[in-house]
């Protein structure tokens, strides 16, 4: 894409959190879904502050389209559906005209580039930098926003969490061959994989789920996604037989020390290192 192509949009959201986190909440996707207004949604439910703002400027090159040279326009921001005053995502309005000289401009795309700031305690700050290219074309389509791919240790059972540009969507499970998969949770928004009997030793070491997310009726909301889970192979395999290859008969007088042959194992698990002992 041709930088002339590019604007820049540079995002501040300031968000709060009496919690302590234990990743670092971050931006993981930002889509314009009006004529002023834009849908940032976060990989953890956040807070924000008293104010309730964001503070935004486009330009390209030199040519500012929102605000000027290190001069922001503060923009109202709303959570989207919060539960306990927390959400994954948030609306920004706008302030000024928006999109309007932008669009003026017949550009195609933007670059943004979003950073928010967020309380881990009373005393201390973070701040996370996001940055993607923006469509200037309006999207109100249904997307899955969570990850599709996962890894699970051989013979355990974890949970995904599965999340939408729309906090409202309920998902269900459309594909599972290998009836591995279940839902639960608001919106059946927690997947669950159930692989207590999986064994990486076998021939299967990855299974797929396909998901949809819906808000109703219409292309436009409803979406698939298909998830993949690979298995990780644990050291979970005892050895099964010692392999002796060399000679086995010792001269007399030979120096200690001397080599004899070498020792190899068999064991399912694959890119294991062992240790050898005599007993004698």
């Given at each position: 894409?041709?930088?002339?192509?590019?604007?820049?949009?540079?995002?501040?959201?300031?968000?709060?959190?009496?919690?302590v986190?234990?990743?670092?909440?971050?931006v993981?996707?930002?889509?314009?879904?009006?004529?002023?207004?834009i849908?940032?949604?976060?990989?953890?439910?956040?807070?924000?502050?008293?104010?309730?703002e964001?503070?935004?400027?486009?330009?390209?090159?030199?040519?500012?389209?929102?605000?000027?040279?290190?001069?922001?326009?503060?923009?109202?921001?709303?959570?989207?559906?919060?539960?306990?005053?927390?959400?994954?995502?948030?609306?920004?309005?706008?302030?000024?005209?928006?999109?309007?000289?932008?669009?003026?401009?017949?550009?195609t795309?933007?670059?943004?580039?979003?950073?928010?700031?967020?309380?881990?305690?009373?005393?201390?700050?973070?701040?996370?930098?996001?940055?993607?290219?923006?469509?200037?074309?309006?999207n109100?389509?249904?997307?899955?926003?969570?990850?599709?791919?996962?890894?699970?240790?051989?013979?355990?059972?974890?949970?995904?969490?599965?999340?939408a540009?729309?906090?409202?969507?309920?998902?269900?499970?459309?594909?599972?061959?290998?009836?591995?998969?279940s839902?639960?949770?608001?919106?059946?928004?927690?997947?669950?994989?159930?692989?207590?009997?999986?064994?990486?030793e076998?021939?299967?070491?990855?299974?797929?789920?396909?998901?949809?997310?819906?808000?109703?009726?219409?292309?436009?909301?409803?979406?698939?996604?298909?998830?993949?889970?690979?298995?990780?192979?644990?050291?979970?395999?005892?050895?099964?037989?010692i392999?002796?290859?060399?000679?086995?008969?010792?001269?007399?007088?030979?120096?200690?020390?001397?080599?004899?042959?070498?020792?190899?194992?068999?064991?399912?698990?694959a890119?294991?290192?062992?240790?050898?002992?005599?007993?004698?």
């Amino acid at each position: 894409m041709n930088t002339f192509n590019r604007f820049i949009v540079t995002t501040l959201l300031v968000l709060f959190t009496s919690q302590v986190f234990a990743v670092r909440p971050t931006v993981i996707d930002v889509k314009r879904i009006g004529n002023k207004t834009i849908l940032a949604t976060i990989d953890q439910p956040v807070e924000l502050v008293s104010r309730k703002e964001a503070h935004v400027e486009l330009y390209s090159g030199t040519t500012y389209y929102l605000g000027a040279h290190n001069l922001t326009i503060t923009s109202p921001a709303e959570l989207v559906n919060p539960v306990n005053n927390y959400s994954q995502q948030i609306k920004i309005t706008l302030g000024g005209d928006g999109f309007k000289l932008a669009d003026a401009s017949g550009k195609t795309s933007v670059i943004l580039n979003l950073d928010f700031e967020y309380l881990v305690n009373a005393a201390a700050k973070l701040i996370n930098y996001y940055s993607q290219n923006l469509i200037l074309a309006i999207n109100n389509n249904l997307t899955i926003t969570s990850n599709n791919t996962l890894n699970a240790n051989e013979g355990s059972s974890p949970t995904h969490t599965l999340t939408a540009s729309d906090a409202d969507a309920t998902f269900s499970i459309t594909e599972d061959t290998s009836r591995l998969f279940s839902l639960s949770g608001t919106n059946n928004s927690t997947l669950t994989f159930n692989g207590t009997n999986t064994d990486y030793e076998s021939a299967t070491k990855s299974y797929t789920v396909k998901v949809k997310a819906s808000t109703g009726d219409g292309d436009d909301k409803n979406t698939e996604q298909t998830i993949t889970v690979t298995l990780n192979d644990l050291n979970d395999e005892t050895p099964t037989a010692i392999t002796f290859t060399g000679d086995r008969t010792i001269a007399e007088n030979t120096s200690t020390g001397t080599e004899l042959g070498t020792l190899s194992t068999t064991d399912a698990d694959a890119n294991d290192t062992f240790t050898y002992t005599s007993s004698n």
